[in-house]
């Protein structure tokens, strides 16, 4: 009986490529990076309350150059006009990240944006292991700072 060779598993994220770039590409998206990475291209102040929907480029017409495209994004209502008013930065950070003027003008749907999981906050160390932490700082001659640095190391402790 032979033995076949090792097997060797294959990330998630190679076997579903294929499958996300189909559903990004339906919406407009050429690869899927502005979706993903949208934080970094526009910063975490415009990115908190925006998201890209589609990207909506225009029909070719023959002898004509190609227009930019419109970029679609969901937008929280009270944050709808600070985000047209940044339109002209978040078009270009768009384009540069394409690398070229791919993007010529926003169109904003106000709507709740898919919330993504925000991390928790951590929970307070013991108190007693605090206690016992500042016990054995007794070089340090501030009170503050050795409160502080015993907090610190009971949540070191706990991690």
Do not use: C
């Amino acid at each position: 009986m032979a033995k076949s060779g090792p097997s060797s598993a294959k990330p998630l994220s190679v076997l579903l490529s294929d499958v996300f770039s189909d559903a990004y590409a339906k919406q407009g998206f050429a690869a899927r990076e502005l979706v993903t990475r949208w934080k970094e291209i526009i910063g975490p102040d415009l990115s908190a309350h925006s998201e890209p929907l589609k990207i909506q480029w225009p029909r070719p017409v023959e002898g004509q150059p190609q227009e930019a495209a419109t970029l679609v994004l969901r937008v929280e209502g009270p944050m709808a006009l600070e985000i047209q008013h940044a339109s002209d930065v978040i078009l270009e950070r768009v384009n540069r990240f394409f690398g070229w003027s791919a993007v010529g003008r926003l169109a904003l749907r106000q709507g709740p944006l898919s919330r993504r999981p925000r991390p928790r906050p951590l929970p307070a160390p013991d108190t007693r292991q605090v206690e016992q932490i500042a016990q054995t700082l007794t070089s340090v001659e501030d009170e503050e700072l050795r409160a502080a640095l015993a907090r610190l190391g009971a949540s070191i402790k706990r991690n």
